[in-house]
């Protein structure tokens, strides 16, 4: 049985992979899933963990900062709940600009 050789890969060698190849991978090692962003939708949603997950930080600090005050926290039940039905559009958003990003 032949050993792999051992130290740096000479230049210009991907490990025998295509470009395309690598970009479907990095794809789906980086996709999101609405599975995971409804779970913490639910369970952290009141402070924005859904939309950290899905890219969304300047909605993401607005929503934790809402809840943080006391008259914000009303507002951000509401938005919850507006959340609930965005989720699936948000998810195949970001994973369509992870696709564009990586030219799959």
Partial sequence: MSELPLGPRPAGTSGGLSSDARAIMLYE???KTAVVA???WFFV???GGHNFYLGRTGVAI???LLTL???G???TLV???VDAF???GQVRNQNNLLAARLGA
């Fill in 79 to 81: 938005w919850i709940v």
């Fill in 45 to 47: 949603g009141m402070f």
């Fill in 38 to 40: 409804y779970l913490l």
């Fill in 69 to 71: 005050t006391g008259v």
């Fill in 62 to 64: 607005a929503q934790l």
């Fill in 29 to 31: 090692a980086n996709k």
């Fill in 86 to 88: 965005l989720v699936p």
């Fill in 73 to 75: 926290a009303l507002v």
